[in-house]
Structures are given as structure tokens and as C-alpha cells.
């Protein structure tokens, strides 16, 4: 592909600066990862607002971007081999735009594998299993009369929050420095707040947690890209 005009995405999401790197994507923990990035790093780019309806996410459009229909997404016009490439899966995004920028991902190999540990850690962990504890406490799965799905989604949630409450002792940031594993799992321990779950989960039982989300959404960067792009169009 020679431009983005072979990317069918942007027949309904069109570049104004198709030399810049196009963000697809919209504020949910997933999203922020992304957005939080590029407000960090400095990197140009352009968001466009695909919100979570089928309208947008199943869209023919959209699908021929991220056949999985979830956001975000991007499409890098300049990419590894000076063609634009284009990626879904947050936290590859992630990886690819640390390696891009050479940011938030340390070159010392025994640092570099630890951050890309705890980042496969939040997609494997805290992603999946906050996703569902939402879903039970939430959203449609509260009118389930059976309580053991909830129990379990409540008690896998307390395990991982006791793991990263034991990985932040002495640290400020859960590899080390601050980096991509940080922007990958603070936005999800931010979730438990809007599911409305901090309570069932015991999670002023966490303090370092707790400090570290707070570092987390101090950060002026994070700050801007809660509502990356804008919730409402």
C-alpha cells in the first residue's frame, strides 16, 4: 500500500494530515492506553472518534482495519519500511510505537523484558478479568440471579490487584521507570472506579496501588488523554 487512501477505514474516518500517524479509538482503559502515549511522547498524530456502537466498531470500514472489531487502532504512514502500516491490539500498538519513538521501553535487554512482561500481564490479566468483573457489577451481567459468576470475577480481581499491590513495593512504577507497561495497566485499575467496584474488591486494602494510580492520573499528558478522543462528537 502506497497511502492511505488504500486503507478503506478512511473512506468514513479521512485523514486531514495523512502524513501523521491516525488514532481510531475512543476513551475506554484500552483507548487511554494508546492516546496516553502519544500525549507523552510527542509523536503528531490525528483521533478520530469510533465509538463502541456496531454502527462504528463492525462497520465494513472499520473491520478492514481490525477484523476483531475493537478499539484502537492505528495506521502509521511512515513505518518500519517507509510504507504505512497498519496495527490493532493495544498493547502491540503499544511495543510498535515505543520501538518507533524510542520511548517508555528501556534498551537494556533485562529491563526491556521485564517491561514487556508486566505489559502482557495487564493484556492477560487485569484487561480481561476487570472487563468481566464490570460486566457482572455494571452492565448487563448484574441482572444474572447466579452469584458465581460475580464471585469469581470479584475474587480474580482481589488476586491481581494483591500482585501489582506486592510488585510496587520500593517502586514508583511497576517495571521500574515509568513506560508502556504503566500506560497499559493504570488506565484498567482505573476502571474498578467506574464499574463502581472499588469497595467489593477492598481496594483501599492496596495503598501502593492506590499511590500509583494517583501518580498515574497526576501526570498532565494522562490528564488529556482520558478524553482522547472527545467521549462526545
Known amino acids: ?7 478503506p477505514i478512511t473512506r468514513r474516518w479521512p485523514a486531514q ?12 482503559p484500552n483507548g487511554i ?22 454502527a462504528d466498531v463492525k ?12 478499539i484502537p487502532a492505528v495506521i502509521d504512514p511512515n513505518g518500519p519500511d517507509g510504507r504505512p502500516v497498519g496495527l490493532f491490539e493495544s498493547g502491540a500498538i503499544l511495543i510498535y510505537l515505543a520501538e518507533k519513538t524510542g520511548q517508555f521501553l528501556p534498551a537494556d535487554p533485562r529491563a526491556r523484558y521485564e517491561t514487556i512482561q508486566w505489559l502482557m500481564f495487564q493484556m492477560g490479566g487485569p484487561g480481561p478479568m476487570f472487563g468481566q468483573l464490570g460486566f457482572f457489577v ?16 470479584i475474587g480474580e480481581t482481589k488476586r491481581l490487584l494483591g500482585v501489582v499491590e506486592t ?11 515509568y513506560s508502556i507497561a504503566d500506560m497499559a495497566l493504570a488506565p484498567w485499575l482505573g476502571a474498578l472506579d467506574f464499574y463502581g467496584a472499588k469497595e467489593m474488591v477492598g481496594w483501599e486494602t492496596h495503598p501502593r496501588t492506590v499511590a500509583y494510580l494517583d ?3 497526576a ?11 472527545p467521549r462526545e462528537g
Open 1 to 7: 500500500m502506497a497511502s492511505l487512501d488504500d486503507f
Open 17 to 28: 494530515n495523512p502524513q501523521i500517524l491516525q488514532l481510531y479509538s475512543f476513551p475506554t
Open 33 to 54: 492506553k494508546i492516546s496516553t502515549f502519544l500525549e507523552e511522547s510527542g509523536l503528531p498524530y490525528e483521533a478520530h472518534r469510533v465509538t463502541l456502537d456496531d
Open 59 to 70: 462497520s465494513p470500514e472499520f473491520l478492514s482495519l481490525n477484523p476483531n472489531n475493537k
Open 138 to 153: 455494571k452492565f448487563k451481567g448484574a441482572e444474572v440471579e447466579d452469584p458465581i459468576p460475580r464471585e469469581r470475577y
Open 167 to 177: 510488585a510496587l513495593e520500593g517502586r514508583e512504577w511497576i517495571a521500574g521507570d
Open 215 to 217: 501518580r498515574f492520573l
Open 219 to 229: 501526570r498532565p499528558a494522562v490528564q488529556r488523554a482520558l478524553d482522547i478522543p
